[in-house]
Structure formats: structure tokens, C-alpha cells
């Protein structure tokens, strides 16, 4: 939290940019950027600093996908909500800022739609003038164009947590039957992150349910980002615990995501938990998830970074991603995130479908799509680079202890695969990421990597590997 509070004095300054004054301001920086680390294929701010990916929804036909956004400067600053759309979760365009600063900055949230309107609702996070010199309530704003919205006069519309604690804050909402209802991130007193749940008729009035899920002591002093859903007949509480102690392989990044699937009712709103806590993902950069739900399918966006590391492409701009969009389907105890189908279509040159031999490199672009296989009782071993150094990751699987590691230039993540399915590996390469995708979903690593130039692959393997490469097009603007 020292992050949110060292950016302060930026706020007087900036924050009371106009509205069109700050699209102005975009439009006349975006050619400033420095394009060498440009994402081809996932949503980044125009200019400046993004994070948590907000207010993930489907409205008037289009999915929308806001996010923690500070457009001045390429590290964090004073909470706007950025905003991109998309008809198909794999084409993404850039929409005007939705939410500007005002006494609240505009921290995380979600959106949901009511009829014809769309409503985001955010946590306020103000300035005070004692410890811990701020304080969190939740917002509403409203829209009837997607586009344009309206800070509702009457806010906050939930003033304080039950314990008055001052981090309160990262509401998603959905409803069930007549009512609204929101999980929101808190703490305890004795700093237990937990998960608070409310209800509503109207969005307006909320009545506190109950605490849906709280630390008991190793699961972190702060609960981030939480989100509640059905699937596959389970319910799944998802969430970006703070301050959880690294285990041996787990808890490697500095914060983490993941999940408990359990049981809900709505008589007693008792979440039972059946699972314990597991990462949703295994890479250095995956952080303040978002789903969203339509036609029965559950897709999740991160953001595709990490806190207090470093973004090399600071110095180009910006900084920040969000990962590719992907489905979450429940199989026994575990979540399995998947590519969409979708993906495909941004297929384009094909660069090689055949064998390739131990020590080939295959010559990608600034993007690739691989599909690999090999023979799992042997070791395989892929190193991707830049053509010109930079970007080095190796990406293996180790036989003789059934993990598969994602070697960062010695920062190493790795995890147990047992394949449900499938015995392939998906990997998705861009301008400065690897997704790599094993089985049919259930180990999936999200890794930003920055190589200088075009990227090469090179089969490390004892063994000849199955390979299918494909250069990808763009799908979000420059
Ligand atoms: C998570 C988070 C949220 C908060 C936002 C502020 O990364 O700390 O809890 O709302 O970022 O930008």
C-alpha cells in the first residue's frame, strides 16, 4: 500500500484534467511511445500506467474491459478507468476514459447491466489527514451508451466495512434472482485478509451478509480483487491474496491469485469450502483477476504484470497488460483456463508444421503461436530469445520429477503437470509475453519476457518434437 501512497502528490497537480483535455493529452503522446515492446494481440493503456483489469462485462453487444489506468506517466498514479471493447474478446479497440478522478481516485471494480443502462460500481479510495491516510468506500456510475458515464450524486452507496477497516475496496457484483449482490475485499483487525459479502435490491441500499472467506492466518493480511461464481455445479471464490510466504515451489511472486472451490447456497449464503487455496496460474506475471460470465461460458482476464518488479517498458511510455482472455471450465478439483477457440482466427503465416530436431531453431516474429509435442518420458526443452539476445526464457519439462519449469533467466516457476487430456503444449509468444498453455489447462504459466528483436526458438530436447508455428496478426491497436 506504500505504492498508493508514495504517487500522491501527483494528484493535485493532474487529476483535474477535463475529460477532453485528457483524450487531448492521449492523443498527443501516443506517437511519443517507444514501439519495440508494443503488444500485438493484448490490450495495454494508449499511454501511461495500467493494472487490474475492471468492470469485465458484455453490454449492447460488445464485451467491455476497463482497467486501472494513470495516464501522465508510466508507473502508478491516481486511479482512472481506462477503457477498450470488443466484439469477440480477440479484437480490442480503445474507448475514451470512463472514470476520471475526482475527491475519490477510482480503484477497482466491476460493471453489470440493468435493461438499457450500465453501471460500474468502484472504490473510492480518498486521501485523509490520519493513518493510514486513507479511506475506501464504493461508488456507482451509470451509463446508457457504454461510453459516456455519470457518477451517481448520492455516492458512497457503502460507506464504511463492518470493522471500519480503511481497506475496503475491489467490488464485483452480480445478480441472483431479485437480488444484487457484491464480494468485497477487506481485512481484520488482527490483519486477516477476508472477503466480505452484501446484498441489495437497488444497488443503493446494502445489507451485510456475512464474511464469505477470511485468512486464518496464512493466506495473507489483505484480500484483493475477489470474485465469486458458479461453474461446473461448484462455486469458486478467486482472489489476489497480499503478503502469503513463499512454499517451496508456490507463492513466488509477491502477491498472488488463486482460488477455493467449494459449495453456496443463497438460504444461508455459507460458502463451504471443499478445496484449499491453489495459484490460477504459475507464471511471474499474473495478478487481479477478473471473470465475466455469457452464454454459460466463464472467461478470466489478469493483469499481465506483477507489483514492485520492474516494467522495462517504462522508459517506452507505458506499462502494463492484460493477458489473453481465456475460458475457465471446473474439472474435479481444478480450474482449467483455456485459450478461446477464438484465438485462432489471428492465425497467419504459417511458419513450420513438422518435425523439428534437437538444436533447430525456428525463426518466429515479434508473435507466435506453437503447438508442441514430444515424448513425455524424455526430458523436452525449448529456449525462446530475441534474435538479437534479450527475452531469454526456457521452457522444460522435466521427466524425472513430472514438473514443468519456466526458467526466466534464472527466476525459475514451476509446478506438477499430470495431463487430464491432451499431451501438448499451447505456447502464445508476443512483442514482450509468453502464455504457455500444457495440456488441456491445468498448468498454465503467463510470463512477460522482453527480447531484442524478432523471436527464435530453439529445441533444446534429447528428442525430435512435433511442432506447428504460426506468426500472429494484430488485434489492438498501436
Ligand atoms: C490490486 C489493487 C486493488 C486496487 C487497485 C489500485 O492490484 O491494489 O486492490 O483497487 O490495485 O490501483
Redesign the pocket.
Known sequence: ?CV?AAAQPKILKQSSYAKEELEQYIANTRPELNLRYRLHYHVAPPVGWM??PNGFSYYKGEYHLFY?FYPYDSV?GP?HWGHSSSPDLVNWKTLPTALLPDQE?C???SAIVDGDTMILMY?G?EITDKEPYYNETQFLAFSDDGVAFTKYAGNPVLPAAPNGSPDF??PKVWKHGKHWYVVL?SKTDDNRGRVLLYRSFDLIEWEFLRVLGESTGDLGY?W??PDFFELGGKHVLLW?P?GMEPNGDRYKNL?QTGFIIGNFNYNNFEFVQETKFQELDYGHDF??SQTMEKDGKRYVVA?FNM?EVPHPEEVDGWAGAMTIIRELVLVGDRVLQKPLDKMISLRDESVINGQVDENQVIELGHTGEIIISGDLEKKIELLVEGRNGGGQALLRWDPEVGKVVVDRAGDVRQVEWSPIGSHSWRLFLDASSLELFCGEGEVVFSSRVYPDGEWNLTNLSPQTLNVEAYKLKRSVPL
Open positions: 500500500l498508493f493494472n487490474d486501472q502508478w486511479m481516485q480503484f477497482s471494480g472504490t479510495h475496496r475491489d475485499g489483505m484483493e480483487c489476489s497480499q502477491h495478478y487481479a493483469w507489483w
